[in-house]
């Protein structure tokens, strides 16, 4: 079995994961400790032979006033523990700039959504995936990750 996964590691982000050709999909949120994080991928790692790991890279453009530095903290933190984990289960790692899967929708600018941006996401995940998942604000950035990686729009 070949496995695709998608991970925004935000502190309230998520994981998506599916099994190449099949339709049915898997959303879960971000675990919340590192202990828990690393059971995950291990858990993910005796699902399947081959995992392509599709993982958001924290921005370097910074996240502006908005954005508890607790938060950016955790995303830097689970970035490097799913990164360190995979590399040790023999994954293939994609590291996905949010740019590049924000580009691929044609969803625009973040700063012309201001407050909206979430939603604006979580809109367009529904848009694909809304009879097959609950899409949520969880969810829908490792959604859309996803779906740009299915399409082969991402590497």
């Not at 994981?15 to 590192?34: A, F, H, L, N, R």
């Not at 995992?51 to 910074?62: C, F």
């Not at 973040?110 to 848009?127: F, Q, S």
Request: contains cysteine; charged residues 20%.
């Amino acid at each position: 079995m070949h496995l695709l996964v998608a991970i925004d590691p935000g502190h309230n982000g998520g994981i998506v994961w599916s099994v190449y050709g099949e339709p049915q999909m898997t959303c879960d949120k971000m675990p919340p400790t590192d202990v828990e994080v690393c059971q995950y991928i291990a858990d993910l790692s005796l699902k399947a032979k081959d995992v392509d790991l599709y993982l958001e890279e924290p921005s370097v453009a910074g996240y502006g006033p908005l954005i508890p530095a607790s938060s950016i903290a955790r995303l830097a933190q689970n970035y490097g523990m799913i990164y360190g984990a995979a590399v040790a289960m023999g994954w293939s790692i994609h590291r996905i700039k949010p740019q590049a899967w924000q580009a691929f929708h044609a969803l625009g600018k973040k700063k012309d959504h201001g407050k909206g941006w979430k939603n604006h996401l979580k809109a367009r995940a529904m848009e694909l995936y809304a009879s097959r998942v609950d899409v949520t604000l969880w969810n829908c950035d490792a959604l859309l990750i996803h779906y740009a990686a299915i399409c082969g729009k991402i590497n």
